[in-house]
């Protein structure tokens, strides 16, 4: 059973360039939050999917966006990229319902902005 | 808003020996969901151990357990016969609808051999 899985691993982009993540649920899961780690922090939220909208946002600006599949896979795009955006961003999901809380991590795009 | 703090950046503690990582939280809901994740240098946040806000018995898994004292918003994970393989980051969590979790800044875990 594979778990979350996220592409690229790393990621190196520009100032004001564009960039998008990718995310696969874990199988039997229909939720998608997106989190991201600045080196030296714990994750932040930036958002979660279900049923391909957003249900929940974090405190983020709309340059981060996000889409979610009908495979529950899910993508997070972030525009105008900025030197503070590097950082390790995370994708979990979770079954909705009661067991929402059980949330499984993917191993993480590390994306740095130079 | 809900916050979790995390006061200790590093511990150390001998192998097979024990170590206890500390956490509060600050919420005004009644109900909610604690939780402690591993990080390894792999970067894949691993979950550890959970605990229902609305239970009284503190969770146990294996040789993680906690202390979760509701009244005073604390969350303390308790490793025992510690391994050379707990060596990580250690998160807190809090959440109490399921869709965001907040969490704490982390505790860096060495296991001296």
């Known amino acids: 059973d594979a778990g979350v899985t996220q592409s690229p691993t790393h990621l190196i982009k520009t100032r004001g360039q564009q960039v998008t993540l990718r995310c696969s649920p874990k199988?039997?899961?229909?939720?998608v939050s997106w989190y991201q780690q600045a080196l030296g922090q714990g994750p932040q939220f930036i958002f979660q999917?279900?049923?391909?909208?957003?249900?929940q946002r974090g405190n983020f600006p709309d340059r981060f966006s996000g889409h979610q599949f009908p495979n529950y896979s899910s993508e997070l795009n972030v525009n105008a990229l900025l030197l503070g955006d590097s950082a390790l961003y995370l994708c979990?999901?979770?079954?909705?319902?009661?067991?929402?809380?059980?949330?499984?991590f993917g191993p993480g795009t590390r994306l740095t902005v130079t | 808003a809900q916050t979790v703090t995390q006061s200790q950046p590093e511990m150390s503690v001998q192998e097979a020996e024990t170590v206890t990582l500390s956490c509060t939280y600050d919420?005004?809901?009644?109900?909610?969901?604690l939780f402690w994740y591993k990080q390894p240098p792999s970067r894949q946040m691993i979950l550890v151990i959970r605990?229902?806000?609305?239970?009284?018995q503190n969770a146990t898994e294996n040789r993680f357990s906690v202390n979760f004292q509701k009244a005073a918003k604390s969350f303390s994970l308790k490793i025992s016969d510690s391994q050379l393989g707990d060596a990580a980051m250690y998160f807190c969590?809090?959440?109490?609808?399921?869709?965001?979790?907040?969490f704490g800044t982390g505790t860096s875990l060495t296991v001296i051999p």
């Open positions: 919420t005004s809901e009644s109900d909610y969901y």
């Open positions: 605990q229902e806000a609305y239970k009284q």
């Open positions: 979990a999901s979770s079954p909705n319902g009661d067991s929402s809380y059980e949330q499984y």
């Open positions: 969590a809090y959440s109490n609808t399921g869709n965001q979790f907040y």
């Open positions: 999917y279900y049923e391909e909208e957003e249900r």
């Open positions: 199988s039997g899961h229909d939720t």
